[in-house]
């Protein structure tokens, strides 16, 4: 199968089916669904409606009852239990860790068993802690107790990672985190998948994180049945039925600031200072500049301070607590959403954009955001326009009743 450093597999569910004992209905009944290589899916549905149980079917760590599922084409019935640990990467919420075991014992897990040599694991675990944004210096040899929530589920991920497996099974290991911890850990996946291009199938309760990390989204209802299996974009703008609407809840046309990317709409450059400059050349670029304002930025020239004219007079010399501290930031990768959230928080008007050490980029404005917002509005409103039009063109007297029934009918669905 995939070698390593190799991007995703595909993932075939055909009839998948579990029933436990004494329980009268299957927890899952007859799944099927196609996933293809490289794709993030996510599961989402109310709790106790079989997405743990699917999941686990597919690395076996719960065998099924009944089905089958195919990893690039291949039964995981009968493969090798160590290739299937090589082949599917597994994280879950509150990162289960062991305890007793340090960052890099934890993270070289599945390269142990199978076999690497100690340089070939050493090097590895220094790879992927710089992957999940930790310095390898400084926790490879922690004990999980030592780190945050934050940190905890970063080492889950790179010990899922480890043997660089083709999929990657992540059940809620964002679940249990404050939600700005969630932000920067869901951004994180999304930077990864850029790169990776693994197959990861994701499992949440929460669906705004649904339509934020998957290319595609599979609603389940009861026993694990798929409600709707499909892009966000179709899911927010054509919910299937009912409960599918349930569950995107309110506000679809906000959330669908959720699938766009700060990456994707207009960064400006905004005028910027750094602490060393002398505060008469802050004043000068400041006014050269035409604006009321000046992102100062710290040594390492990440986003520190917003500084206007009068805070500059009342500086006197040291600029460390003049003006306002940037309070937020959000990288490329952040949707806009967040970015709505951070310029809403921020008095600024607008937020700094960073790269992958912090330093400044640009800036996203409240302007922007706004017509972002208001063309998905619009768009919402020529929807629901050609709907309109689609109904009153089948109630026309003319239409037989028989084609009436049939069109009425499509347009819901
Ligand atoms: P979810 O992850 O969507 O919350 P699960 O897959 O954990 O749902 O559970 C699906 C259903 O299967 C639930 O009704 C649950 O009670 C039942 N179930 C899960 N594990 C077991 C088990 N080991 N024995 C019996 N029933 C179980
Ligand atoms: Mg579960």
């Not at 860790?97 to 890099?104: E, G, I, K, N, R």
């Not at 990657?168 to 951004?187: C, N, S, Y």
């Not at 500049?289 to 500059?312: A, F, Q």
């Not at 959000?330 to 310029?343: F, G, K, S």
């Amino acid at each position: 199968m995939a070698e390593s450093g190799a991007s995703g597999a595909s993932i075939e569910l055909e009839n998948l089916t579990k029933r436990y004992p004494g329980n009268p209905h299957p927890s899952v009944d007859n799944v099927t669904m196609e996933i293809k290589a490289g794709e993030t899916v996510v599961f989402v549905g109310p709790s106790g409606c079989g997405k743990s149980t699917t999941l686990k079917m597919i690395n076996r760590l719960i065998e099924s009852s009944g089905g089958r599922v195919r990893i690039n084409g291949e039964d995981v019935t009968h493969m090798d239990p160590v290739k299937l640990r090589r082949e599917v990467g597994y994280a879950i919420q509150s990162s289960g860790l062991f305890p007793h075991m340090t960052v890099a014992q934890n993270i070289s897990l599945v390269p142990r068993m199978i076999g690497w040599s100690k340089a070939r694991i050493r090097s590895r675990v220094e790879e992927l802690l710089h992957l999940v944004g930790l310095d390898p210096g400084e926790f490879h040899g922690r004990h999980p107790r030592q780190l945050s929530r934050d940190q905890q589920q970063r080492v889950g991920v790179a010990r899922a990672l480890a043997a660089d497996p083709p999929v990657l099974l992540m059940d809620e290991p964002f679940g249990a985190v404050d939600p700005v911890t969630r932000d920067h850990l869901q951004e994180g996946l999304i930077r990864l998948q850029r790169e990776l291009r693994k197959t990861i199938v994701f499992v949440t309760d929460d669906f705004d994180e649904a339509i934020k990390l998957g290319d595609r989204v599979a609603v389940l209802r009861e026993r694990s049945h798929i409600a709707q299996f499909d892009t966000p974009e179709a899911i927010l703008t054509h919910p299937a039925d009912d409960f599918v609407s349930g569950v995107v809840g309110a506000g679809a046309a906000l959330k669908r600031l959720n699938l766009s990317r700060v990456r994707d709409v207009e960064i400006t450059a905004c005028p910027t200072a750094t602490v060393d400059d002398p505060l008469q050349e802050i004043f000068n670029g400041l006014r050269a500049s035409g604006t009321n304002e000046i992102l100062l930025l710290d040594e390492h020239r990440r986003p520190y301070r917003w500084l206007r004219r009068g805070d500059l007079m009342r500086a006197r010399g040291s600029l460390t607590r003049a003006g306002t501290p940037v309070t937020a930031t959000v990288t490329r990768d952040a949707t806009l959403r967040d970015a709505l959230e951070a310029v809403l928080t921020d008095n600024a008007g607008r937020v700094p954009v960073t790269g992958r050490r912090g330093e400044y980029e640009g800036v996203v404005d409240m302007e922007t955001l706004k017509h972002r917002v208001h063309d998905l509005l619009e768009a919402d409103r020529l929807t629901a326009i050609e709907h309109q039009h689609a109904l009153e063109k089948t109630r026309t007297p003319q239409t037989p009743a028989w084609q009436e029934g049939g069109a009425g009918a499509e347009t819901r669905s």
